[in-house]
């Protein structure tokens, strides 16, 4: 069963617009969410993180926010550029269970 | 710092051969983990090392062995190779044992291939 889920497999956005990448879990033990990027050929990368006990974390252009009682969770990245073109995955852990989504394909147009 | 790094990076096996991937970080991590990522699935976590001398079971251990003698280096081996295992696999360390709550890095990966 997929415990976290990324709807859309795909996302295309303007350079400088908002990006807006999101994912749902299904697992209330859930305390920890994290997002990390994959470039082609490479492991994925840290992007940032989020615990269950705020709604919102900033770094730079890439903010998560986290609803918990919907048991979602949003990437937003502003503003977009081409060099954001990636997959990106949300990941969900729980001790030592950690779960991944399937990911979502990023292309940013010049 | 090399990170982590995984060798071989592509490999061919045929049905019931074995093979060992290789894992090493120089960045002296506690803990370090297998993944495998298939189309349309994410990455599933294999096993898990907690430390030298400690490994448990992810998500999907069946068919791989595991075991940590060094803090540096994390093997995964396949018994007797499966096309299901045909996958991605990544290597990843951190620096706490709690492991998963912290950011994990990741090798380039092994692009393994299952006749």
């Known amino acids: 069963d997929q415990q976290v889920k990324q709807n859309s497999p795909s996302l295309s956005v303007q350079e400088g617009r908002i990006s807006i990448l999101n994912c749902d879990y299904t697992n209330s033990m859930f305390d920890y969410f994290l997002w990390y990027k994959k470039y082609p050929a490479e492991g994925p990368t840290f992007l940032i993180s989020?615990?269950?006990?705020?709604d919102k974390n900033e770094d730079g252009r890439f903010t998560v926010f986290l609803n918990k009682s919907a048991k979602h969770l949003s990437l937003h990245i502003v503003p977009s550029q081409p060099g954001d073109s990636a997959v990106y995955f949300c990941?969900?852990?729980?001790?030592?269970?950690?779960?991944f989504g399937a990911g979502t394909r990023l292309t940013v147009k010049p | 710092n090399a990170g982590v790094t995984q060798t071989p990076k592509f490999q061919v096996l045929k049905t019931g051969q074995s093979m060992t991937l290789q894992c090493a970080q120089d960045m002296n991590h506690e803990y370090m983990s297998w993944y495998r990522q298939d189309p349309g699935m994410g990455l599933r976590l294999i096993h898990y090392?907690?430390?030298?001398?400690?490994?448990d079971q992810g998500e999907v251990p069946n068919g791989y062995n595991v075991s940590r003698s060094t803090t540096e280096d994390f093997p995964l081996r396949l018994l007797s190779a499966a096309p299901s295992q045909t996958s991605v696999y990544f290597c990843a360390s951190s620096y706490s044992a709690s492991g998963l709550a912290d950011t994990q890095y990741f090798g380039p990966g092994t692009r393994l291939t299952v006749l």
């Open positions: 990941a969900a852990s729980s001790g030592n269970d950690m779960r």
């Open positions: 989020i615990s269950s006990i705020k």
């Open positions: 090392s907690v430390g030298a001398g400690i490994t």
